[in-house]
Nanobody, 124 residues
Framework: QMQLVESGGGLVQVGGSLRLSCAAS????????IAWFRQAPGKEREFVAA????????YYLDSVKDRFTISRDNANNTVYLQMNSLKAEDTAVYYC?????????????????WGQGTQVTVSS
């Protein structure tokens, strides 16, 4: 079992920045791939970014590639998503998810545990 708790969401203006955190507890966090997904109102949940167990590999949704950065601190069981140059279309509930596998994937089915989500609202 693994528990994931997201934090850091909020209301920000277009062009602003936020840093989301995902704190994990339970099973061996350092051996898990972690991803961020998001779900906007009326839309399906979509992949945003992922990081491998050792931070050796990262992968991003094309539309966030030059603006968001995923990182992890295995000593503190935390993954971060630094979001810069935010756009109105980034408004969504952001979820972190963990996989029992060490490599990354953009597909939801790859991930076993999910947090409850944190709301990000970007106002114009």
């Amino acid at each position: 079992q693994m528990q994931l708790v997201e934090s850091g969401g909020g209301l920000v203006q277009v062009g602003g920045s936020l840093r989301l955190s995902c704190a994990a507890s339970g099973r061996t966090f350092s051996r898990c791939a972690i991803a961020w997904f998001r779900q906007a109102p009326g839309k399906e949940r979509e992949f945003v970014a992922a990081i491998s167990w050792d931070s050796g590999r990262t992968y991003y949704l094309d539309s966030v590639k030059d603006r968001f950065t995923i990182s992890r601190d295995n000593a503190n069981n935390t993954v971060y998503l630094q979001m810069n140059s935010l756009k109105a279309e980034d408004t969504a509930v952001y979820y972190c998810a963990s996989s029992s596998r060490i490599y990354i994937s953009p597909t939801m089915d790859y991930y076993d545990y999910w947090g409850q989500g944190t709301q990000v609202t970007v106002s114009s």
